[in-house]
């Protein structure tokens, strides 16, 4: 059986990388956690996700870019993005990753790349989520979202936090004092247990002491997960706490537990769906894999049909 470790390490494969996107069997497969790849496609699943009452947060996929010019069009692919979101009408957000916009290049530069769409994006009253990528890039994407949040308002710019790292508990109550708006996950990177808690009771642990600490911050926060039992301590929390339904958001992936998505929305919950798109979705897809063993089986029976 191919671990968790095993699967996250294939996805920075990059010869690997280059036979499943050509490969057209395994890219029928990926249509179950990816939308499409163009933003075209991506509005037409977000317009079924918004009729389902969830709301959407679009995400080019796309990361660890090598090339200035690569970062540019990153930018202009998010601007259109912005645009499409007004013209169409649908109810979306968009999510960046900051090594998409030149990270491993120059913080500099990825922070006039992330401030380009922050700007446009500030004008149109819309949002970008800044994603947390692996720890090495932990330190440099707060850094780069603290100037952007100094820049613009909290309801422009927002960060997300990942409750494997045992840096998290402080991070948040760091980024509440700005304040912030955060969202909250597992993790989904590789990390070695000297920065990250190896076991998934003391992740979960985390997720519901940092939780906690975003609900009673008066803050909107996304709490981002499908585990029924994070759910539930949140829920539970929020009702003992008279906090509002309204005071928070639940975030799930596309394509993973829709029936769940439409139970909390239903329930009055806002539900927003992660809604990824574009060519390069090996990584992201590789990453799905290995958070469920379930899913290669998923992908062995659909590739062998
Ligand atoms: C909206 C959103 C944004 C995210 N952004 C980031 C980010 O910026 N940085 C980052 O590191 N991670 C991000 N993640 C991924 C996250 O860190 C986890 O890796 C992922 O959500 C799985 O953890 P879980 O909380 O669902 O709990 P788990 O304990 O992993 O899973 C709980 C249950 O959820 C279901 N499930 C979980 N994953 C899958 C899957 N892939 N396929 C099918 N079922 C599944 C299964 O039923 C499983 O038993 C994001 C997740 C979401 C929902």
Not at 120 to 146: H, K, L
Not at 149 to 162: E, K, S, T, W
Not at 171 to 194: Q, S
Not at 217 to 235: E, L, N, Q
Request: neutral net charge; aromatic residues 10%; proline residues 3%.
């Amino acid at each position: 059986m191919l671990t968790r470790s095993a699967l996250i390490y294939l996805s920075r494969q990059e010869g690997l990388k280059e036979f499943a996107t050509r490969f057209a069997p395994f890219r029928k497969i990926t249509r179950r956690f990816i939308a499409g790849e163009d933003i075209d496609e991506a509005v037409a699943a977000i317009r079924e996700i918004n009729a389902r009452g969830c709301t959407a947060s679009f995400d080019h996929l796309n990361e660890s870019v090598t090339s200035t010019a690569e970062t540019e069009a990153e930018v202009t692919e998010y601007l259109n993005v912005l645009a499409r979101i007004d013209e169409s009408g649908i109810d979306s957000n968009v999510s960046i990753k900051l090594t998409q916009f030149g990270l491993e290049i120059d913080p500099e530069l990825t922070y006039r790349n992330a401030r380009r769409v922050v700007e446009d994006a500030a004008r149109r009253g819309n949002f970008v989520r800044i994603d947390m990528e692996g720890s090495s890039v932990t330190q440099a994407t707060i850094d780069v979202f603290r100037r952007l949040r100094a820049d613009f308002g909290l309801n422009d710019v927002g960060i997300v936090l990942q409750s494997y790292l045992y840096r998290t508990e402080e991070d948040a109550r760091d980024l509440l004092k700005i304040p912030a708006r955060i969202r909250l996950c597992k993790g989904a990177y590789n990390e070695p247990p000297e920065v990250a808690y190896p076991d998934k009771k003391d992740v979960d642990d985390n997720f519901v002491r940092v939780m906690q600490m975003l609900l009673t911050s008066g803050v909107y926060h996304g709490i981002a997960t499908h585990d029924p039992k994070m759910i539930d301590a949140t829920i539970e929390f929020a009702n003992r706490e008279g906090i509002g339904k309204d005071a928070f958001e639940f975030q799930m992936l596309y394509g993973i537990r829709r029936d769940l998505q439409e139970q909390l929305a239903r329930d009055g919950y806002g539900m927003r769906v992660y809604v990824p798109y574009g060519k390069s979705w090996y990584p992201y897809f590789m990453r799905r894999l290995a958070e469920r063993p379930a899913n290669i089986w998923f992908v062995m029976k659909n590739l062998w049909k």
